[in-house]
């Protein structure tokens, strides 16, 4: 018989994401694979049980009560993977508030030498350890929201040392928190001061220089560009995504946040890992990111952060067959670190049901991240990650607003939210 290190018992429901395909697409989305009054049985970091608590019960040896969980009809879900973040920054845009709030957008307050050049001038001038504690502190707010994988864009040096020293910042980020980093190098985030009226030279730079080391070296996963009117044209996009694909790079764009940019329709004909945003796209690009099989990360408080009149199109992309996942966009223009926060405006704005924005939270936006298979579930022999809420099912993640976890597992081991605090 099966000797776990901890059984969990008495859940009302647990939401497994184990059945279907990956990414999951359209009435897929909706599926969960939900076991009621269920069981997990826990053995060296891994799940080697999991069902009705009867069936469970007959599989194994029970271990010692204080090895044992009763979770008192609370629910069970994946850890969450956060698909997008700019978590990596020093300093804040607190002050820029008032300006957002009379109207300034955020070119103009980019022009203007505000917004991303502020932070740019804060990150560049805060000494690694700073950037290695403040960025940590914020990722181990996002674990207190059950967050296990955390995808992380540079973006806020825009020279080429600047960006290599925060690449080369994320290993130890990693170590301190405990979450799995996903490294995404956005030198192509904007066009930096300096570089004003010499725009191919920077975009020379990124490609011929940057990108080839941050290959060389392993620095990232991924190469992001920001493809929007005032930053990067679809055409130098173009360059830097497919000068990234030769150096054996992932890739992902910033496209149509703002307008319909074209972003979108190049991230189709180049069938980009994902597309990011989308807030603009027509349904023409929609539909090509379908047929493309380019997975839709949306972000869903970030309009909401920005005072934006426009919402995440949810309900649009998956009407239109385009896979979704979602990420907070953690940055200094949308300070949102816990995923249960996006998921209620994943459902109140975007119009996602919460079964399929618990879906984008987990097992879709481990695909927009290219993680291995079975990450973002719970299923036996997959990895013992997976958040435990105090609600009486799981159609209550994105109803409630901000829901925090009561009980953390991390590789099969339980972070008890007293020990979490205690990092913060």
Not at 98 to 126: D, N
Not at 169 to 180: F, K, N, Q, V
Not at 185 to 195: F, K
Not at 345 to 359: D, F, I, M, Q
Request: glycine share 10%.
């Amino acid at each position: 018989m099966i000797r776990p290190d901890y059984l969990l018992t008495g859940a009302s429901e647990i939401a497994t994401l184990a059945r279907g395909p990956v990414p999951r697409v359209g009435p897929a989305a909706a599926e969960l694979g939900l076991v009621r009054h269920g069981a997990i049985a826990l053995q060296g970091g891994r799940i080697v049980a999991l069902g009705s608590a009867r069936a469970v019960a007959a599989r194994i040896r029970r271990p010692p009560a204080d090895r044992v969980i009763d979770l008192g009809g609370s629910v069970v879900v994946p850890a969450f993977v956060d698909a997008h973040t700019h978590a990596l920054f020093a300093g804040d845009r607190a002050g820029e508030l008032p300006a957002k709030i009379h109207g300034a957008t955020y070119l103009e307050i980019a022009r203007a030498g505000g917004g991303i050049f502020r932070t740019v001038r804060s990150t560049r001038h805060a000494p690694a350890e700073r950037l290695i504690r403040e960025t940590s502190d914020r990722l181990l707010r996002a674990a207190r929201g059950g967050s296990r994988t955390v995808e992380v864009k540079t973006g806020y040096a825009l020279n080429h040392l600047g960006e290599l020293r925060l690449l080369g910042l994320l290993p130890a980020i990693a170590r301190r928190t405990g979450l799995e980093i996903v490294p995404t190098y956005l030198g192509a985030h904007a066009v930096p001061p300096e570089a004003a009226g010499r725009r191919r030279e920077y975009v020379n730079e990124i490609v011929r220089r940057t990108i080839p080391q941050v290959a060389r070296h392993r620095l990232a996963r991924f190469v992001d560009v920001f493809c929007e009117p005032g930053f990067f044209t679809v055409a130098e996009a173009e360059r830097i995504l497919r000068s990234a694909r030769a150096a054996g790079l992932g890739l992902k764009i910033h496209a149509d946040e703002f307008v319909a940019s074209g972003g979108a329709a190049l991230a189709a004909r180049l069938v980009v890992r994902s597309a990011e945003h989308l807030l603009a796209t027509p349904s023409n690009d929609r539909r090509a990111l379908a047929r493309a099989g380019v997975t839709a990360v949306l972000l869903p408080a970030t309009p909401w952060a920005a005072l934006a009149s426009r919402r995440s199109p949810g309900r649009e992309m998956v009407d239109s067959g385009v896979p979704v996942a979602l990420g907070t966009d953690l940055s200094p223009n949308s300070w949102v670190e816990r995923m249960p926060t996006v998921l209620a405006h994943a459902v109140y704005s975007a119009r996602l049901t919460p079964a399929e924005a618990l879906t984008a939270a987990t097992v879709n936006a481990a695909h927009a991240l290219d993680r291995p298979v079975g990450e973002g579930m719970l299923r036996e022999g997959g990895p013992g990650d997976l958040s435990v809420f105090p609600l009486g099912s799981v159609g209550e993640l994105g109803y409630r607003i901000d829901p925090l976890p009561s009980l953390i597992f991390r590789q099969g081991r339980p972070v008890f939210l007293s020990e979490l605090r205690a990092h913060l």
